[in-house]
């Protein structure tokens, strides 16, 4: 199979080709086109391993809202980081173990300073009953590398705000529980993970309640010592249109509330929500 496709590869696609390519991509082409049956096969065991590292930094209730701040970074199946060089105001992929060092593979295939300036990070929300997922892009995306030439990793830190109100395409999430997990994406390499968490971040983080909804949004830790929000409540009867209508009221009425007196009618409220049930 490997000689059939080198040979459509020489017969139908010019040099140019491999140029727009991810850097993935371009070194999967040189490799075919050098006749390197065995750089494909290690460099797709390579990229089959690889994970991504992420770590709780804070977690806070604000309102309805659940804002998390963040760490991801995308590793081999080894823990150790795909690392990165800036040289000259351009980013090459370093290559891991066995790929490094082999003369088939040129610079040009391994520049990837585009495509690390499109690195994406989102939370996933997923049922664990349907298997439902909805996905919250990260915000404030910061590298900690630094901007002069040397080592540099695929490593960020991100804020996430999620409104448990209205995720769910507008509306409220349904009840049940809701893994949170972080996926990255960079050039062209992504990976998925549930979000680790203890107990002890969870300590000073009050559940959402809201009453008029029948609504409660618990963020928990799973018996995997990951982040998940248990939702319990009912959606209200009638068209969805009346469902948000009183989303906004009850919005507008919290946003004439001093700050104070929010916080002490959410405790009150979520008393209250406890011994109703």
Not at 17 to 39: H, K, N, Y
Not at 120 to 134: C, K, P, Q
Request: hydrophobic share 40%.
């Amino acid at each position: 199979m490997f000689s059939e496709v080198r040979r459509l590869a020489l017969e139908r696609f010019g040099p140019g080709v491999a140029r727009g390519l991810a850097a993935r991509f371009r070194v999967f082409s040189r490799s075919v086109l050098a006749d390197r049956p065995d750089l494909v096969s290690v460099q797709a065991r390579i990229e089959l391993g690889m994970r991504v590292e992420v770590a709780l930094i804070s977690i806070d209730c604000v309102d309805t809202r659940l804002r998390l701040s963040l760490s991801a970074t995308l590793t081999y199946a080894d823990d150790t980081p795909i690392k990165l060089a800036r040289r000259s105001g351009r980013i090459y992929w370093q290559l891991p173990a066995p790929l490094a060092g082999d003369s088939a593979i040129l610079d040009e295939d391994l520049d990837v300073t585009s495509e690390v300036a499109r690195t994406r990070v989102n939370v996933v929300l997923r049922h664990r009953d349907s298997g439902t997922e909805y996905d919250v892009p990260a915000t404030g995306l910061q590298s900690p590398d630094g901007a002069g030439d040397g080592e540099i990793r695929i490593a960020h830190r991100a804020q996430v705000d999620i409104d448990l109100l209205t995720v769910a395409a507008g509306s409220e999430l349904r009840s049940g529980t809701w893994d949170i997990l972080v996926h990255i994406y960079s050039c062209g390499w992504g990976a998925v993970r549930a979000l680790p968490c203890t107990v002890e971040q969870l300590r000073a983080v009050e559940p959402v309640v809201v009453v008029s909804l029948d609504f409660t949004a618990t963020p928990c830790v799973t018996e995997t010592r990951t982040l998940a929000v248990n939702v319990e409540g009912r959606p209200m009867p009638g068209p969805s249109s009346a469902r948000n209508g009183s989303v906004s009221l009850v919005r507008r009425l919290r946003r004439m509330a001093p700050p104070r007196f929010r916080r002490w009618a959410r405790r009150v409220l979520l008393r209250w929500n406890r011994r109703s049930r």
